[in-house]
């Protein structure tokens, strides 16, 4: 492994809402952390996905609430003596494999405004990660949630590669090329790669990287240990880690490692 983690391990993981963005993150960002990358993962949506998909714990309070504070004129900012190296040092939990996951915080029964701080303090982070010396070469990987406010460019500016997790559904199809419009007309320094999930046909995957004009890294089919795993709360990697969608997955973090 070279010392500075490639560009192209500056990744954000996009694509319309269930298409699985956040199994396929967290198993990548297990499965790289296993081939001795050092990961952190970003989760960047505010239902849970990412921490149960990777089989770590949902913390009830927001770690980065204590991170964030208001001036005097009622702005949020970083806490003083807490920049962002110290913010992912301090606030990033530990999951599986050693992969680092710095949360923007759950919607709980309290709604949003319970960790508003969080989620401003999350913000101002991820827009300063580039600053960060000691990360230099970690691979960063963050989950978007889906939706136009989360779109990828101002919730993914540590991104270099947008990874899209397109389904073979034509609304799948659609979001993933509104997605590389938008992101194109505010970005020019970001590379798109395609991943199929949840294919059923060997076509499938030609459909969709003819449709989208993006080169394709991997496909991952339809596998229901991936259901079984989700409705048991346990990571696919824990739970069928010899099955296809796992082996699969494999082959994009192989594409990446390659690529970089
Ligand atoms: N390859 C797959 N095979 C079967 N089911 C899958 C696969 N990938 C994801 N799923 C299921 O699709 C749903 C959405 O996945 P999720 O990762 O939460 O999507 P997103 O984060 O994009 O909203 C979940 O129920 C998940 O178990
Ligand atoms: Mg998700």
New binding site residues.
Partial sequence: MSPATPAAMRLAVV???????????ATLARLLARRGHRVLALDS?PLP??SL?LGAGVPDDAPLNAAAERDEDGRWRLVKGIGPARAVQRFATDAPDGVRLLQIGKTGRQGLAANRASHNAFYQVIHRLDQVRSLDDWVILG?L??GPRQTAFDWAPYARRFLL?VEPTWQSMLTARRIIRISRDMRDDVAFSLVV??ATAASDAERVEDFLGVGLLAI?????D??D??RAGVSILDRAPDGP?VH?IETLATALDEHA
């Fill in positions: 694509g319309k809402g269930g298409a699985g963005k956040s199994v396929i993150s949506d996905g990412l998909s989950d949630p889906a997790v999930n949840k991952v089919p339809a596998d229901d991936v259901r795993a989700e969608a699969a």
